[in-house]
């Protein structure tokens, strides 16, 4: 998401602005910060009700307030010294426990003031620490983020309501068949077969190795790619257990753009960046229970649009796949349609524009600078 607004950024502004992306994980921050983040994954994959416990949590102001001058502590120092050498002019923060850390990196940079954007991940609800900061602007996904924005107390005046960035590529819209045919025959698939890609985020989470044993030992005429990301150990066990249904085990990409542009369907837990993806490719999305907490709304959402089917057991993923195999049936081009009129495949250009527009409020001439923070 941010890589796509970065993109979107350096293109619109044609050579006029400098853009950085920082991944405050991997500069010099505290060691324990550095534990914590790194936990992240793990915990996720091993124990999502530990995760949603922590999630709700640290929704509260008062540990909201704690985690804050944590990471001020232990964020802080080496992002403020980047802000220094960079003096930027916006600076975008896309991750909900970040704002006031990338407040204070920005606030010593001598005789300049960054604006601060937020970047608000979260489809429907959100977390708390989106408004422990006072931004410049806040960037919404979708119409019920924007009202969760003012039903806690954000002016309409700094909700801009954007969408959620997605790569380039995906905002020319769903592929041809001719197209679709020659990515897959580029990417070691059957250009024939349905393909259904099963995905879990880049921790590769939410019981993938049960949905990929379903769906590999069921015999419909389909071929399933597994998305593992950073998930070990369901590569090593896709890659052992060969089914009747082909099957291809994926390891982590830092792009799945082609893979999207060439599938039909999309299965798996209802991550923010992945649906906006997924549906900006036209797939016919097959959403199971999401991570508590920040996605535990995000299936209702996309259901009630006409993007996706939920499917919370196995006669009911089944009995959904046999019908988006079947020739005729009308279910996969109803799905598929409603997944393209959800999406916001312009979300990354229209970022961009009012990044680009805050920074010519400040700098009347002259190349302005921006930065775009990420986590």
Not at 176 to 191: K, Q, T
Request: glycine share 10%; aromatic share 4%; hydrophobic share 45%.
């Amino acid at each position: 998401m941010a890589l796509a607004l970065a993109q979107a950024l350096r293109a619109s502004a044609r050579g006029q602005v400098t853009v950085a992306l920082d991944d405050p994980t991997e500069i010099a921050i505290g060691r324990t910060a550095r534990r914590l983040f790194g936990a992240y994954g793990p915990l996720i994959r091993t124990s999502p009700a530990a995760w949603g416990m922590l999630f709700r949590g640290f929704s509260r102001p008062q540990a909201v307030a704690a985690l804050d001058r944590f990471l001020i502590r232990q964020l802080a120092p080496a992002m403020t010294k980047r802000t220094r050498l960079r003096s930027p002019g916006v600076v975008v923060n896309c991750h909900p426990l970040l704002g006031n850390s990338v407040r204070a990196a920005t606030a010593p940079v001598e005789g300049a003031h960054s604006k601060l954007v937020t970047m608000m991940t979260d489809l429907v609800g959100g977390h708390s620490g989106w408004l422990s900061t006072e931004p410049d602007a806040i960037f919404t996904a979708t119409p019920q983020a924007s009202k969760w924005c003012r039903e806690h107390g954000v002016p309409d005046s700094l909700i801009r309501e954007t969408g959620l960035p997605v790569d380039e590529r995906l905002a020319l819209g769903p592929a041809g068949p001719a197209e679709r045919s020659e990515l897959r025959r580029r990417l070691g698939i059957d250009p024939d077969r349905f393909c259904l890609l099963l995905g879990g985020g880049a921790e590769g989470v939410g019981h993938l190795r049960q949905l990929a044993s379903w769906v590999g030992s069921s015999g419909l005429p389909l071929q399933l790619v597994v998305i593992c990301g950073n998930n070990v150990r369901l590569l090593g066990w896709v890659r052992r257990h060969p089914t009747p249904v082909p099957t291809l085990a994926l390891e982590f990409e830092p792009s799945l753009t082609p893979w999207l542009r060439a599938a039909d369907a999309y299965l798996g837990k209802p991550g923010p960046s992945t649906l906006a993806e997924a549906a900006a490719a036209g797939l016919a999305l097959l959403v199971t229970q999401g991570l508590p907490g920040q996605e535990e709304h995000n299936d209702e959402a996309v259901v009630s649009a006409g993007a996706a089917v939920q499917v919370r057991h196995r006669d009911e993923l089944l009995g959904t796949l046999s019908r988006l195999c079947r020739p005729g049936d009308p279910l996969l081009g109803t799905l598929q349609r409603g997944a393209v009129a959800w999406s916001r495949p312009a979300a990354a250009g229209l970022a961009a524009e009012e990044i680009l527009r805050l920074l010519s409020e400040d700098v009347p001439g002259g190349p302005p600078r921006a930065r775009t923070a990420a986590a």
